[in-house]
């Protein structure tokens, strides 16, 4: 578990919220990993605060569903088993399609500059093989299609079932054949969404899930 660094604890945060926001980040980002042990001193330890912060941390995460409490055992990352990753990514592909859609028909000039941006600089991220900037850039492009949507229900529930998988998506956009098909697929994606194809978009959004689907069920749940 050396994963982690020592905290900025000059945040305006409390120490709890900052405590519990970094471990939260490090379980979805993949550096704490599932059904690894949380122990309470050698995360403080890491972090540089004392063990009330990361205990209280550890208990909200539970509350969360990230962190398991098992009996005289102590905290684990939670897993997620293969039923649950596709009941997420299947509710995720109707939700992504139903964005895209509504992104083609409410979509504004603003948004497609916005888009077009995001993906020059997936590419390069792409190009250059930067992890952290493909994640950031990928995250941006389906944020800002949810931002074409105008609807920000459908943006929260999004947002809320994608944290639960994000894990995986670390080791999918790390594949260089995978990352190479998603610019293809993200283009695909905003060229309907800019031509106001409201199918088109609903089709190819769906579609980009799936595959991100098939590829974590084969590669992620061994």
Not at 13 to 29: G, H, M, T, W, Y
Not at 35 to 64: F, H, N
Request: aromatic share 4%; with cysteine; charged share 30%.
């Amino acid at each position: 578990m050396d994963s982690l660094t020592k905290l900025n604890l000059d945040n305006y945060k409390p120490l709890r919220d900052v405590v519990f926001e970094n471990l939260r980040s490090a379980i979805l980002e993949g550096k704490l990993k599932s059904g690894q042990r949380l122990m309470e001193v050698q995360l403080a330890e890491q972090l540089g605060v004392s063990r009330t912060p990361v205990r209280e941390a550890i208990r909200k995460l539970e509350l969360e569903g990230l962190v398991v409490m098992l009996p005289r055992k102590g905290a684990y990352v939670a897993n997620i088993s293969v039923k649950d990753l596709m009941d997420v990514l299947e509710i995720r592909a109707s939700l992504e399609g139903l964005g895209a859609s509504l992104a083609a028909e409410r979509r504004n000039d603003e948004d497609i500059k916005n888009l077009e941006a995001l993906e020059v600089e997936f590419e390069e991220a792409v190009r250059t093989q930067n992890i952290d900037m493909l994640l950031k850039k990928d995250i941006e492009f389906h944020e800002c299609i949810f931002k074409a949507a105008n609807n920000k229900k459908l943006e929260k529930m999004i947002n809320t079932l994608w944290e639960q998988v994000q894990r995986f998506r670390i080791t999918y956009v790390s594949d260089s054949n995978a990352s190479l098909s998603l610019i293809d697929e993200h283009q695909s994606i905003l060229n309907a969404i800019k031509e106001g194809n409201i199918a088109d978009s609903k089709k190819f959004a769906i579609k980009h899930i799936e595959k991100a689907e098939q590829f974590m069920l084969e590669h992620c749940t061994k």
